[in-house]
């Protein structure tokens, strides 16, 4: 199969979502890190993950 990647402009959850909905499979960020001001707190919201910085533990199945 093939992988559908985008790669810009990526800036929030809900544009995550609108890309995966046309079946995109992965993505690059890139600005939206390099303008945050806590760059762990840019990726935590993107990644919709509520993993506290130094718990590799990933979130329980069903919770994504």
Do not use: C, F, W
């Not at 990526?10 to 690059?28: C, F, K, M, P």
């Amino acid at each position: 199969g093939r992988i559908l990647v985008s790669e810009s402009g990526i800036n929030s959850q809900d544009h995550l979502r609108q890309l995966a909905a046309v079946g995109v499979n992965a993505v690059l960020v890139g600005e939206a890190l390099v303008t945050a001001t806590d760059v762990a707190a840019k990726v935590r919201e993107l990644s919709g993950s509520a993993v506290a910085l130094g718990d590799p533990s990933p979130p329980p199945a069903g919770d994504s």
